[in-house]
């Protein structure tokens, strides 16, 4: 594999950004040097409007979300050395509610030590299976076979499906590329950074303590970085810890009224959205993302979490984990639609019982701080409306943890 960590996948961001620039979309188009008038003179005896429908309302999905080290196109300037090929060291299963209310993230640990199945390529190539190897084998091997990013892809989904017993309704991959273009669209996300930071495997990415707003390339090097001063020990675990954080500090930036009242914002981060994207094409209709996102209109920080499969040291090899028996409970949790830690026997976790697909809150407004890091906004930082107080004091130690987009995970200052 190399020193060099691989990139970091921000799909979550791609669907939150449509359901939220999806009102905007028409006031975008209405920019630039060119005449308006005040629709409200073709006054109230107009058609009724129709709004986007979710095709698959009512039903949860399921979405394998990861990240490509493609070499290809913009990619490699990016990546500052490392092998060349294409392989995904992060892999996210993105669980979206029955009723749209709820959003839980679940990384899986790319040293997993698990069994690949055999795949099919898009086209035809069958793959071997493999016995007691890394996770990210899955993707890998894919791409030998069949030559394309979609068919690491495929070969993950199934593995995935193989591993959990879940039905995966789709997968999203993003680049290098596209993940820079989208942290630049929204001017940057903020990270609170405790200790000093300097790693060389990740352009020589250097941090003193305290809050950054980290764009493009930066974002990308602190996502990526694994091995250095001041990245805990070095290991992938801790890398998924803080690839989580930029994760939820992105949803909230996304989230935030600048972004909402920003239209040339929003096209910008739509453009880098659409332009960084592999998915499978039943996901890819526009009518269907359209939907989907106008139906998690109301999804905020703190109805987002973030969490690792659980697991512990693989015995036979301290270079590998292995899932322990509360992972069964996991995705037995995600696989009835339940939220995650729930008790099966309690009424209250019927799949989706939170909320109605419409959302009840959906007027509702919270007021906070930047929670995720527990930092506040610094001196240039921009605070939300919509970002609701943090959910504790207590601080949650992201990628051992489960956290929401508004709990404090570090605290800086």
């Not at 990270?191 to 930066?218: D, F, M, R, W």
Request: contains cysteine.
């Amino acid at each position: 594999m190399g020193g060099a960590a691989r990139a970091i996948v921000m799909t979550l961001v791609a669907v939150l950004s449509l359901a939220i620039a999806g009102g905007a979309i028409a006031v975008t188009q209405l920019t630039g040097n060119i005449e308006t008038a005040d629709m409200a003179a073709l006054g109230t005896n107009r058609p009724k409007q129709v709004l986007p429908k979710d095709p698959n309302a009512g039903t949860p999905l399921n979405i394998v979300v990861m990240g490509s080290d493609s070499r290809s196109g913009d990619n490699d300037a990016l990546a500052g050395g490392g092998e060349m090929g294409a392989r995904s060291d992060t892999t996210v299963v993105m669980h979206i509610s029955g009723d749209r209310s709820r959003i839980e993230m679940i990384s899986i640990p790319r040293d997993s030590t698990v069994d690949v199945p055999s795949c099919t390529t898009t086209d035809d190539t069958t793959t071997a299976e493999l016995y007691g190897t890394k996770f990210n084998s899955a993707f890998s091997q894919g791409v030998q076979a069949g030559g394309e990013v979609a068919d690491g892809a495929l070969c993950a989904v199934k593995t995935v499906e193989e591993l959990t017993g879940v039905y995966m309704d789709g997968f999203i991959v993003v680049d290098f590329a596209g993940f820079s273009a989208m942290v630049d669209a929204v001017g940057g996300v903020e990270v609170c950074v405790e200790e000093e930071i300097y790693s060389a495997e990740a352009n020589h990415l250097s941090l003193a303590p305290g809050i950054h707003t980290l764009k493009g390339q930066k974002a990308l090097d602190y996502a990526r970085a694994r091995k250095g001063d001041g990245l805990g020990d070095n290991s992938d675990l801790g890398r998924i810890g803080r690839q989580q954080e930029i994760m939820a500090s992105l949803a909230r930036t996304v989230m935030s009224q600048e972004v909402l009242t920003n239209p040339s914002k929003t096209l910008k981060f739509l453009k880098a959205v659409t332009g960084s994207l592999t998915m499978n094409k039943e996901l890819a209709s526009i009518d269907g993302l359209a939907g989907l996102a106008y139906s998690l209109r109301n999804v905020r920080p703190d109805t987002i979490t973030f969490m690792t499969v659980p697991n512990e040291y693989d015995p036979n090899n301290t270079a590998n984990v292995v899932w322990t028996d509360d992972a069964v409970q996991l995705w037995d949790d995600v696989k009835h639609d339940r939220p995650l830690g729930s008790d099966p026997d309690d009424p209250s976790a019927a799949p989706s019982a939170s909320a109605s697909a419409d959302g009840a809150a959906e007027d509702e407004e919270s007021t906070g701080t930047e929670a995720g890091t527990g930092a506040g906004a610094d001196e240039g930082g921009k605070g939300s409306e919509s970002e609701p107080t943090p959910t504790s004091t207590e601080i949650k130690q992201a990628g051992e943890e489960a956290f929401t987009g508004a709990d404090t995970t570090k605290v800086c200052g």
